[in-house]
Structures are given as structure tokens and as C-alpha cells.
């Protein structure tokens, strides 16, 4: 059975730091094109970011530009987001999720193009 345990989430202060986790079971996770959305609520899930499956690409939304980093641990079957110098508008429940197809990642790739999905972890960036 495919799944996929989201963690790492928390509160954390504006200008931090924080790894989230996208541990995978029951597949190889590398062999999956894998992306990462958030969503707060009332709005729909906002892509963050895309690795090829290839692994030889990862695009990254305009939002999260140059404050986001992922990148994927074989041995664990883990993908991890590295967020950085988080604001209060990055307050969102995030969310992996993968695809048994090459896409053609873009920083906007829509979550509909993905079929299975973590349960999503809480971030909150507040003073």
C-alpha cells in the first residue's frame, strides 16, 4: 500500500528555519515525480514546489523562491523541504505528494496533476 506520513511541522518565530518530512512506504520514492503544496483555510492548495522524476530538477513558486529547498534521502525514502527566513503569511498546512509519471515541473504545477498525498503538517509562523 502507497503512503505517505508527513512531520515536522510546528510554530515557529518570523526569520526561522524549519525541515519538514515526507516519509514514503510501500514504493521507492525516488522513482516518483514528487511535490510539495500548502494550503490554509478557504483557499486551495498553492504548489511550493516540483521535482522531476528524474530527480535532475526541482522548481520552486515565486513565493517560496530562494527560501525553499527539498531534496530526497534514498535510504530513508524520505523527501525533505527545507524552509527558510519564514514569514507570518507562510502559515499553512503543508503537504507532499507524488505521481508515477514524469511532469513537467513548473513552479505552478497543479495539485490535481498528483495522486497520492500525505496527511499534511501544521506550520505556523507567528511572534
Do not use: W
Given at each position: 500500500q502507497l503512503q505517505l506520513v508527513n512531520s515536522g511541522g510546528g510554530?515557529?518565530?518570523?526569520g526561522e528555519s524549519l525541515?519538514?518530512?515526507?516519509?514514503?512506504?510501500?514504493?521507492?520514492l525516488v522513482t516518483y515525480t514528487i511535490g510539495w503544496?500548502?494550503?490554509?483555510?478557504?483557499?486551495?492548495?498553492?504548489?511550493?514546489?516540483c521535482r522531476s522524476i528524474d530527480g535532475l530538477k526541482t522548481v520552486y513558486a515565486e513565493?517560496?523562491?530562494?527560501?525553499?529547498?527539498?531534496?530526497?534521502?534514498?535510504?530513508?525514502?524520505?523527501?525533505?523541504?527545507?524552509?527558510?527566513?519564514?514569514?507570518?503569511?507562510?502559515t499553512a498546512v503543508y503537504y507532499c505528494a507524488v505521481v508515477r509519471?514524469?511532469?513537467?515541473?513548473?513552479?505552478?504545477?497543479?495539485?490535481?496533476?498528483?495522486?497520492?498525498w500525505g496527511q499534511g503538517t501544521q506550520v505556523t509562523v507567528s511572534s
Open positions: 510554530l515557529v518565530k518570523p525541515r519538514l518530512s515526507c516519509r514514503a512506504s510501500g514504493f521507492a503544496f500548502r494550503q490554509v483555510p478557504g483557499k486551495g492548495r498553492e504548489g511550493i514546489s513565493s517560496m523562491k530562494d527560501r525553499a529547498s527539498s531534496s530526497t534521502d534514498i535510504d530513508a525514502n524520505t523527501n525533505y523541504l527545507d524552509l527558510y527566513r519564514l514569514k507570518p503569511e507562510d509519471r514524469p511532469l513537467y515541473c513548473k513552479p505552478s504545477t497543479s495539485s490535481s496533476e498528483f495522486d497520492t
